[in-house]
């Protein structure tokens, strides 16, 4: 690529979180240290990040070359940080500064066990989460993909106990089985097929390989089912399972980082590895059946959210759902569809990390884990359960939120490709996400009569709120806020991700 | 008969040392006392000497030491069998041995690899008895499905 | 003194143990400098033969100065050392110099009063190991086997555990089966062609009426039987997992990195050099079958290491499967199926002797043979629970480790040669792996039965005071230094041998270009 | 568990058999072995028609043994090494626990003791006679059949000889373990030193002829013979002790006092 410009930056953006590892053991015996410590890589990420928007925004591409080719493998180790990349990696770093603070306070809150472990591990899955985002290759992306498995085990199976060993168990065997059993093997017949070239930029790997429609159908399920913490079914009970681990890391890793990673894998394949025209119906007309798989990931998830009890759990099928809508956007690889999935990247992480704090803040407040439990919330947890609102309202995408600048591309995008069906799909399944949230933010403000557990005052008042620390209800409110301002203020995003996908020739 | 007659006579020597080496492989597999295995081992390892010393053996020749004999004999001996007392040590001029013919010697080339063979047979026969006095010393038995069987119960002495 | 060097690299060890005999035997704390100085001299030649190699190709050395221009080929011996012996001879060098770190106190604890004597049976296996590598004889290749295996019999037998010695039993007689129908296949070959020199045999074997005779066939078919038993490819490995898991734990270090690695570098010289690879892919066309038999190896090797209880034997039928690897890749009849091979030979010595000293030093800590013992190892001796975590990420093919690289090549080399069973093997087999090495990280990190489910309200100590680690010292939970800085060091290499793994293929394929494998596809 | 043994012994058995057809047939000259591939260069041939002009050295068999194929004839004597540091290493045992394995040997009756006179007083006049014998086949290795190999082994027979005419105390007070030991070690360090002074001397392992420069009055081709003489003699050092500590260490389950 002509405006290619070669900075560091990409690296160090990388290696802030991964360095600041050993310092928080190093610091172990000082919580309020290692804790300082945690924020300050948390800035130098961001202010890398941004000091790398610019560049970016202004057309250009910045690339970092780590090590140079293998003989075997031409492929390098390097960076290229494009719109996708930058767009991804503003997300997981702005969100993880108020994921450290709202950790601070839920850990801190709960008395949990080796939280120098946690902080360490938390760090450096941040630091695999950027890796993946800045991936000049495939190859680069598949390390860091894998080094992000293996960096959230230890967090997913924080508390040590039976559950959580199960839960650790199926965690790995679907990563690491899908991982290695679905995403090598594609990796190295795409590196065959294309003549030992794996890298993003220019024109896509697989243009000019002359596949046949079922190769090429085998390939994108390969990698669709190979990345698996995009968390399309059958291979999605990774992520429920996960829901044992602590709050905070359900909310930045399983709504930010780690399930957007997977998307993220999926989104350059299809733009990257495949390339639009290849996927679309002037090519193989392979992206439509990975359509209609994200379409019935969407419907089947909805469903079962509704019949979660369990407030986490019912969040953990919704990200499932909402991460089909990406995977839908992307295998329809219309101009419009494209877009508005990258955009729901951001709209959901911001949405729904809300919901999570939200879910952990009520936990740490009244120790309630299931729905049933939680009538007449609102009066004693006020602003807790309006930012839930707020959350839930850019989870469905409601007006004042960001959900739905990025559902309404989707849709146009659906429409523009002209699949009927799959409209009808985004129809239901936003009946559905509404069906699963708002009952529970209206029991929670306009309790009936006799669902409400004792001890719950009967009309509102300030004396008797009784929220979660202040260092839990904080950053749950910041999201909040974020998601709403990203509805007014998204045209940065959208001219970010506009100019991406134009270089991406429709 | 005529398979016996050009396949079986000319390489007589051959079919000798497979069947020996047969028995020594079948002694190694299935013999159950330590030192029976061993013996069929030795036997397995003489039987590959037989093999490589019948490689070189010509027919009409001698042993691969050159004879020096006084001047008259100056081309080599070419008539078999013929014994010749050895001019006792000294040999007179160097060269009298020249234009040596060398159908008339043996191929010295396996006889000095089944030297190494035969060194390599007694080292490893010597340390394998050492191993299995040492069986015998732990386990006090030299039948192996005995000592298969302390295994399993693993005795005291066993998992030390 | 340059053009010396492969005489210096075999001489050092084998003076380094007539040393040891001489001098070692009154007063046994000499016996370790000497090691070290005559394995830092070999590794010190092995590496300039590298650099050798590399800048001026292949090295050919004729013992007692018989070389061809005076003398037809054949009549003296000949030591040759191309691209891939080079990397071979750094491997073995380095992996004896880490062990005899490892051995400093281990030997002195374990052989009490043979110290001398193991260190000189360990330089003498080195000798044996390092003149394999080197010699381009066949028969001399039968000697140097017999040398290493006979101490590497001793090794195993001197352990104190009465099975270990039952174990040397069973390994001597499956050893000489196999060194035997070596030299038999050798002797069929020099009826046939009347030389030793593989060289020689190979321009001999080129022309057809003698290539294509029974006799060659057999021949082959001893040969290959016999390397396979030294290796223990799957049906002959009988002898591997007892052998090396009641054996004393520094041989354990120094055997199961080496020992099979170096019988795969042999199968793959006898085929390439001796019988050449259009003889064997073409004319003979068995490499379906025998890339069959080794995916039953790998599945075999990988399953049967998923049955066993105790930690030393699960690493053992792993070796089992890894030879799967090599010897499949090595008969995929593809270019890069050969490159992988061979550069798994290299990063599968490094992974196992990373395992095999992290298994060592934790039985030898928690005196715990069965792996549901290990619990709490994360937390007791951390430093040796990462070098563990290095050599398990490895061996599942985890970038950047040498594991995921090696894997890689095979992988293209099955897909590149239409082998599919062979692909679906590698991959069932690192899943496998994962299974296993995970379920010792569980054990390590959750310890053995878990508390029962955290609902109770979060009544643990507070983490904010120091963690229950606890320990004053870094190290006090861990090994004695001596133990873990060469597992660490270990583990680094496994890591650089995956990143810069270019050279080192490069190395490789230079070394392929001078006996191509037929059907090679576009490198 | 016999079955699986015969059938896989019958199975190497019919391989191996049907390979004899095509081989040359016994005994004769032209085989490929003995005189090369149509026509082409045949190595035995060329040891015998050259060794005399390269070496020196009537006997072709030492001189391929020790000379050509030196290299590997020094691994053998490593070989050799290996087996008797490896039975040290296995069964060598410095334990106190004297288990009175068997009745002393030496029979105290009247019989007995003329047995022991007789024996004692025969192998007193035998074993020196044996140990020239054994010299005389090192030194002779050259002319005759014979060297380092078989010299040795005749030398270390004496040794044995003694320690069962007597006991093995005897045979091991003239040829302590740490004697013996040390005299394999200097074995193999005159061979492998024979060719470490070719490295020095700028000439490759084992490459006798420049040995020429040490030795007075000889020629290059002398220089071969008399190295070879000297390989002859490291050898015959290290499989004299090695043959007799196999046996001590055997014979007594390692504890090397009064084994029978």
Redesign the interface.
């Known amino acids: 690529m002509d405006n290619a410009v070669h900075s560091s930056l990409p690296l160090w953006a990388c290696l802030a979180s991964l360095l600041a590892a050993p310092v928080i053991v190093l610091f172990r015996r000082e919580p309020s240290l290692r804790e300082g410590a945690t924020f300050v890589s948390a800035f130098v990420k961001l202010g890398l990040v941004l000091a790398m928007l610019p560049i970016v925004a202004g057309g250009k591409v910045i690339e970092f070359t780590l090590i140079d080719g293998f003989a075997g493998i031409n492929a390098p180790i390097m960076f290229r940080v494009d719109g996708l990349g930058m767009l991804f990696a503003l997300v997981a770093s702005s969100l993880w500064i108020v994921t450290s603070l709202y950790s601070i306070g839920y850990m801190r809150g709960l008395h949990e066990h080796s939280q120098t472990r946690f902080f360490a591990f938390f760090a450096i899955s941040l630091s695999a989460t950027l890796g993946v985002a800045f991936a000049g290759n495939l190859l680069t992306l598949y390390l860091f993909y894998e080094m992000l498995s293996l960096a959230t085990w230890p967090l997913v199976t924080h508390h040590q106990d039976k559950e959580a060993r199960t839960g650790g168990r199926t965690y790995l065997t679907y990563l690491l089985g899908t991982s290695i059993g679905f995403a090598l093997p594609a990796l190295i017949f795409t590196w065959i097929k294309s003549g030992g070239d794996l890298s993003f930029g220019g024109d896509a790997i697989l243009a000019s390989a002359g596949l046949s429609h079922l190769q090429g159908l085998v390939l994108l399920l390969a990698f669709a089912f190979g990345f698996s913490k995009a968390g399309m079914m059958p291979f999605h009970s990774w992520l429920p399972g996960a829901m044992v681990a602590p709050t905070p890391v359900s909310a930045l890793l399983h709504a930010v980082a780690v399930v957007k990673v997977g998307v993220f894998c999926i989104l350059r394949v299809v733009t990257g590895v495949f390339g639009v025209q290849l996927i679309g119906p002037g090519g193989l007309d392979v992206g439509i059946v990975l359509a209609w798989i994200a379409a019935f990931t969407v419907i089947v998830s909805s469903l079962i959210a509704l019949s979660q009890d369990n407030l986490k759990r019912r969040l953990a099928f919704s990200t499932i759902g909402q991460l089909s809508y990406i995977v839908l956007g992307a295998a329809l690889a219309t101009k419009l569809s494209v877009t508005g999935s990258i955009l729901h990247i951001a709209a959901h992480a911001v949405g729904k990390i809300t919901l999570f704090f939200c879910a952990g803040a009520i936990f740490v407040a009244t120790g309630k884990k299931y729905i049933s439990q939680m009538a007449g919330l609102g009066r004693t947890m006020p602003i807790t359960m309006s930012a839930f609102f707020i959350g839930s309202l850019g989870v469905i995408g409601l007006p004042p939120t960001a959900g739905l600048i990025s559902k309404f591309h989707l849709v146009m995008g659906t429409a523009e490709a002209g699949e009927k069906g799959l409209l009808l799909v985004f129809l239901v399944s936003t009946i559905l996400n509404a069906a699963y949230f708002l009952p529970v933010v209206y029991q929670a403000f306009f309790p009936k009569a006799g669902t409400v557990p004792e001890g719950t005052p009967e009309k509102f008042s300030w004396s008797t709120v009784r929220e979660a620390p202040w260092a839990c209800v904080v950053p749950l409110s910041i999201t909040a806020l974020l998601s709403i301002i990203l509805f007014f203020g998204s045209g940065f995003l959208r001219e970010l991700v506009g100019q991406f996908v134009s270089g991406l020739g429709f | 008969m005529e398979f016996i007659q050009n396949s079986v006579l000319p390489h007589f020597n051959y079919w000798v040392y497979v069947i020996l080496m047969m028995i020594g492989l079948y002694a190694m597999i299935t013999k159950k006392n330590l030192v029976k295995k061993l013996i069929g081992m030795t036997i397995f390892q003489t039987a590959i000497i037989l093999f490589y010393v019948s490689i070189g053996v010509k027919t009409g020749s001698t042993i691969p030491i050159l004879e020096h004999h006084a001047e008259e004999h100056g081309e080599a001996v070419t008539d078999t069998g013929g014994h010749h007392e050895e001019a006792p040590g000294e040999h007179e001029s160097h060269d009298s041995i020249h234009a040596v013919d060398p159908d008339h010697f043996a191929n010295p080339l396996p006889h000095v690899l089944m030297l190494t063979a035969i060194v390599v047979g007694v080292s490893t026969l010597g340390v394998a008895l050492a191993i299995s006095q040492s069986i015998y010393k732990d386990f006090g038995t030299l039948e192996e499905h005995e000592i298969l069987e302390k295994i399993k119960q693993g005795g005291p002495g066993i998992d030390v | ?1 340059s053009e ?1 060097l492969p ?2 690299l075999l ?1 050092s060890p ?2 380094g143990a ?1 040393i040891t ?2 001098v070692g ?1 009154t007063d046994h704390r000499r016996c370790f400098p000497i090691l070290a100085t005559a394995l830092t001299v070999s590794l010190f030649c092995a590496i300039s033969l590298l650099a050798q190699v590399v800048k001026s190709g292949p090295i050919d ?7 061809p221009q005076r ?7 000949q030591l040759r050392i191309d691209g891939i012996n080079a990397l071979l001879l750094v491997v073995i060098t380095t992996v004896a110099l880490l062990t005899s770190i490892y051995s400093i106190r281990r030997a002195g604890e374990e ?1 009490t ?2 110290t001398p ?2 260190y ?2 360990s330089q ?1 296996l080195c ?2 190991l390092l ?1 394999i590598t080197v010699t381009a004889d066949a ?2 290749l039968f ?2 086997v ?2 290493s295996s ?2 590497s ?2 090794l195993v ?2 352990g ?4 270990g ?2 174990a ?2 069973n390994y ?2 499956m050893g ?2 196999g ?2 129908f070596y ?2 296949g050798v ?2 070959l ?7 020199n593989m060289a020689a045999i190979h321009q ?1 074997l080129s022309d057809p009426n ?1 290539g294509h ?3 060659v ?2 021949a082959f ?1 001893l040969i290959l039987v016999g390397v396979w038993t030294k290796m223990a490819f799957f049906p002959l490995y009988g002898w591997l997992p007892n052998a090396y898991s009641y054996c004393p734990s520094t041989t354990s270090c120094l055997l199961a990195p080496l020992m099979t690695k170096v019988s795969v570098y042999v199968m793959i010289r006898v085929m390439l050099s001796v019988f050449g690879s259009e003889w064997i892919f073409q004319s003979l066309g068995w490499s379906h079958t025998v890339v069959w038999l080794a995916c039953i190896a790998i599945v075999a090797g990988s399953v049967l290491a998923l049955a066993q209880v105790e930690l030393k034997k699960m690493l053992c039928y792993l070796i089992v499967a890894e030879v799967g690897y090599m010897v499949g890749g090595a008969w995929l009849a593809n270019h ?1 199926g050969m ?1 992988g091979a061979i550069y798994h030979i290299l990063s599968d010595a490094f992974m196992t002797l990373c395992l095999f000293i992290a298994a060592n030093i934790f039985i030898k800590n928690r005196r715990a043979e069965r792996i549901d013992q290990l619990e709490g190892l994360f937390k007791k001796m951390p430093i040796t629970t990462t070098g563990f975590v290095i050599g398990a ?1 490895a061996m ?5 480790t040498a594991g995921f ?1 090696s ?3 095979l ?2 080399g099955g ?2 040669s239409g082998q599919w069973g062979y ?1 679906v093997a590698l ?1 069932i087999s ?2 496998v792996n ?2 296993l090495f ?1 379920r010792i990280f ?1 054990v390590a ?3 053995k039965n ?5 609902d109770a ?2 009544d ?5 005071q ?2 229950s680690v606890g320990d004053s010292t870094l190290f006090s939970g861990e090994g004695r230094p001596t133990t873990v800085i060469p597992l660490l060091i270990t583990a680094a290499i496994i890591v650089l041998l995956g ?8 190395i490789i ?1 230079q070394a392929l270009d001078g006996m191509p494998v037929v059907g090679a596809a576009i490198r | 568990m016999k079955w699986l043994g015969l059938i896989a012994t019958a199975f190497t058995g019919i391989l191996l058999l049907s390979a004899t057809p095509y081989f040359p047939s016994f005994g004769d000259p032209n085989s490929p072995a003995n005189a090369g591939v149509n026509g082409g260069v045949s190595v035995s041939q060329y040891y015998i028609t050259e060794t005399y002009t390269d070496t020196k050295v009537p006997n072709i068999v030492t001189a391929v043994l020790a000379d050509y194929r030196g290299y590997d004839t020094m691994f053998e004597t490593v070989v050799i090494f290996a087996a008797g540091v490896a039975i040290f290493a296995i069964l060598r045992s410095f334990g106190g626990t004297t288990i009175p394995s068997h009745p002393t040997a030496i029979d105290t009756s009247v019989e007995g003791d003329h047995q022991r006179i007789i024996i004692g007083m025969t192998c007193k006049l035998i074993i020196p006679v044996i140990q020239l014998f054994a010299l005389y086949v090192v030194a002779h290795g050259h002319h005759s059949p014979g060297g380092g190999f078989q010299g040795g082994v005749i030398l270390g027979a004496s040794f044995i000889l003694m320690a069962l005419a007597k006991e093995l105390d005897t045979a091991l007070a003239r040829f302590s373990e740490k004697r013996y030991l040390a005299l394999a070690c200097v074995g193999i360090f005159i061979y492998s030193g024979f060719g470490l002074l070719c490295v020095a001397l700028e000439r490759n392992f084992l490459d006798y002829g420049i040995l020429h420069r040490l030795m007075p009055a000889t020629d290059e081709i002398m220089a071969r013979s008399h190295s070879m003489l000297g390989v002859e003699v490291g050898v015959a050092f290290t499989v004299t002790a090695i043959m007799f500590a196999i046996y001590a260490n055997l014979s007594s389950k390692g504890r090397l006092e009064q084994g029978f």
Do not use: C
């Open positions: 003194m010396q005489a210096i001489l084998l003076f007539l005999g001489l035997m050395y004729f013992v007692g100065g018989w070389d003398v037809p080929l054949g009549i003296g011996i052989n009063e043979k004597q193991f000189m049976l003498m000798v044996g003149g028969f001399n000697v140097l017999e040398v006979l101490t019999y001793a037998a001197m104190s555990k009465p099975r010695t039952m040397a039993f001597i007689i000489t089966i060194a035997s030299l038999l002797g069929y020099y009826m046939k062609t009347g030389m030793l001999i003698v005779s029974p006799t066939y057999v078919i890069w490159v990420l599942i093919g985890v970038p950047p690289f894997k890689w090549y992988l293209r897909i590149e692909v991959l690192s899943l994962a299974i995970f569980e990190y959750f310890g878990p508390v029962e489910s955290h309200h979060h643990h100590e507070d983490e904010t120091p963690s990143v810069f793994n270019g050279p080192i293929v490069e394929q």
